[in-house]
């Protein structure tokens, strides 16, 4: 199995941060790697795809990159409504498999 | 637009078999490359992927749970369906059912459905 980890798997930050969640894969998947938000009591909602496609609705603030094993999450700038748990997904190769999630909290 | 709804018991008791169903409207799983997934999270815990099923019916399994797991469709009543035998305490979790997507994500998901396994 394809394992995926998170770091960090906390953070604080305010609103008009900029914030980077890293996800690496523990062997290379190319572009197949997608990343979701969810918040309490909700279904993951997918904001970004194929590592650096935003997914249709998703405010322009979200972009994510890279390739291989490395990738990155990143909010331009915080909104309050972004404060939740970000999880990273590999498509590579079954089985599909998640990192732990990254919980951004408000500072 | 795309929707897909988990149904089933709260409740199941440690040993017996747990028999979801997911409803979806909005597309069909007869049409090429369309597949529906299961996913699950234990309370306060990670996202772990179930099962996926493919509109050609192949299926692809969590090798981890494989001996337990079933998934099935029924394309005329747009359901998928996912039994797990033998079920456990640790089985206690929210299991969702979500559309996947070309790029193989996970583009539309169920509200969830929470199994508690418990005598």
């Known amino acids: 199995d394809i394992q995926m980890t998170q770091s960090p798997s906390s953070v604080s930050a305010s609103v008009g941060d900029r914030v980077t969640i890293t996800c690496r894969a523990s062997?290379?998947?190319?572009?197949?790697l997608a990343w979701y938000q969810q918040k309490p009591g909700k279904a993951p909602k997918l904001l970004i795809y194929?590592?650096?496609s935003l997914q249709s609705g998703v405010p322009s603030r979200f972009s994510g990159s890279g390739s291989g094993t490395d990738f990155t999450l990143t909010i331009s700038s915080l909104q309050p409504e972004d404060f939740a748990t970000y999880y990273c997904?590999?498509?590579?190769?079954?089985?599909?498999?998640f990192g732990q999630g990254t919980k951004l909290e408000i500072k | 637009q795309i929707t897909l709804k988990e149904s089933g018991p709260t409740l199941v008791k440690p040993t017996q078999t747990l028999t979801l169903t997911c409803t979806f409207s909005?597309?069909?799983?007869?049409?090429?490359?369309?597949?529906v997934g299961w996913i699950r999270q234990p309370p306060g815990k990670a996202l772990e992927w179930l099962a996926l099923?493919?509109?050609?019916?192949?299926?692809r399994y969590s090798p981890s749970l494989k001996s337990r797991l079933t998934i099935t469709k029924d394309t005329s009543k747009n359901q998928v369906v996912l039994t797990m035998t033998n079920m456990d305490p640790v089985d206690t979790a929210t299991y969702y059912c979500?559309?996947?997507?070309?790029?193989?994500?996970?583009?539309?998901w169920g509200q969830g459905t929470l199994v508690t396994v418990s005598s």
């Open positions: 979500a559309h996947r997507g070309a790029a193989r994500n996970f583009d539309y």
């Open positions: 909005g597309f069909s799983l007869s049409t090429s490359g369309v597949g």
């Open positions: 099923i493919y509109w050609d019916d192949d299926k």
């Open positions: 062997q290379g998947i190319s572009s197949w």
């Open positions: 194929a590592a650096s």
């Open positions: 997904q590999q498509a590579s190769s079954f089985p599909y498999t």
